[in-house]
Structure formats: C-alpha cells, structure tokens
C-alpha cells in the first residue's frame, strides 16, 4: 500500500449537507421538494448531473435550455459557496488530521478524488492544502463518480499503481468508482448503504491506518 486517496465532500469536511440546503433552495424555486432520503443518490455526483436528476424528480426533465440549466447550477453554486462562507478547521470531521498524520509519517501519499470543482478552495479554508501531493481536477474527467476515471486519475497524477492506492469514500457512488478503479474501498457511514465497500468505519472518528492497512493486505490474497 502507497497512497491514500481521499473523497472530500462527507470525508474530509461535512460540507454534504451544504450541498444539500444549496440544492434544496434551488428545488424550492422551481417548485421542487427534495428530502434528505433523495440527497443519497446526489452525494459524490456532478454539480450538472446533480441537477439533471433533481429536474428528472421533479418530472421538469427537457423543460429549460441549456442556458437556463447553466444559470440553475450557478445558482446552487452560489448558495453553496455562501453557507461555506466560514468554513475552517473546525469544520474538519473527527479524526482525519490524526489519520492524515498517521498516512504521512507511514510515508504514503496522499491525493484528493473530488467530484467537487470547490475542492482546492475548501482544502484552503479547512488549512489542509499542504497535507495533499495531488488534487484531481474533475472538470477534466470524461465521467464522473460511479465511474473509475477520477481514481485512476489520482494514481496516475501520484505514479502508484491503482492496486498499492486505497480510496476513502462517504456515497455509493464513490465507492463504486474505487472497486472499478480496482483500489481497495474504505467507506465512512451506513453499512448497508456502502455494502459494496471492503470495509466501513461508521465515522471518521474510527480510521485507523492499521486497520486500512490490513483490510489492504487481506484484499492481496
Ligand atoms: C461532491 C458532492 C456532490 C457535489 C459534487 C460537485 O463530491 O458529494 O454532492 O454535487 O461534489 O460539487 P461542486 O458543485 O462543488 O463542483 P465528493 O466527490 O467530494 O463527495
Ligand atoms: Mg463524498
């Protein structure tokens, strides 16, 4: 095992439920409701896919142009970077500066698979920058979380091969996005939910490198 790749939204901060009210103010005004139970299926999912399935919810599929679905996402965008306005350290969740100490004094490397275009702006704030060797852009990706594409992006970026790489992820889709990348899954959350994973911690409080390392070697057998 080499490297560590790191989801953001859910993981690293509790910026999900940002996500979420940003969304749901949007919904509101086209006259949409969205629950909490609905906003599984949009964590770790593109800002435009976001908003393609919230429309599809809603039954307001191929009703705006391009240029209206544009303005939509600017304006969830906005609401977004509005309630992350004073986002810092605090807003680390439980245990991950004490992992991401574990990871660097065990020498591995550490990378950021967001499918969040904010993500660089939201290492800066939480004061974490530094702790990442590399940030995937997911604005240069042909897909998006279920598909492999930003963890193999991230281990392409490290030089470490997907199989040495382990992904931590709080959604399905991520999930799914590191088994396909062929990386050993870590999930934070509900066991059910994120069923699919190699192992799940139910917080961020309960990561420990030893543990991930031996989910790692037991996945080599
Ligand atoms: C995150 C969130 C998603 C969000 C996506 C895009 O992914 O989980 O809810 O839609 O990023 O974010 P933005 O609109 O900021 O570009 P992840 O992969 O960090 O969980
Ligand atoms: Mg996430």
């Avoid at 591995?108 to 920058?129: D, E, H, M, Q, T």
Wanted: with cysteine; charged share 20%; hydrophobic share 50%.
């Amino acid at each position: 095992m080499k490297a560590v790749i790191f989801d953001l939204d859910g993981v690293i901060a509790d910026t999900a439920r940002f996500h979420f009210v940003a969304w749901q103010q949007l919904a509101t005004e086209l006259g949409i409701t969205i629950d909490g139970q609905f906003n599984e299926q949009l964590k770790g999912i593109s800002r435009t896919e976001s908003l393609a399935r919230i429309l599809a919810h809603g039954g307001k599929t191929g009703l705006y142009s391009q240029v209206q679905l544009d303005q939509f996402a600017e304006r969830k965008n906005d609401n977004y970077l509005q309630l992350i306005s004073r986002l810092d350290a605090n807003d680390i969740l439980p245990g991950i500066v004490a992992f991401l100490d574990e990871i660097a004094a065990a020498g591995l490397s550490v990378a950021l698979a967001s499918a969040s275009r904010n993500g660089p702006f939201i290492l800066s704030k939480l004061g974490l920058s530094e702790r990442f060797d590399t940030i995937v852009d997911p604005a240069q990706l042909a897909a998006g979380k279920p598909a492999p594409d930003i963890y193999l992006t991230a281990a392409a970026q490290l030089n470490v091969a997907p199989s040495d790489c382990v992904g931590v992820e709080d959604a399905l889709a991520g999930v799914e996005a590191i088994n396909a990348a062929k990386m050993v899954s870590i999930a934070v959350g509900d066991e059910t939910e994120l069923a699919p994973a190699n192992h799940i911690f139910a917080s961020t409080a309960g990561l420990k490198l030893a543990t991930v390392k031996s989910v790692w070697e037991a996945a080599q057998l």
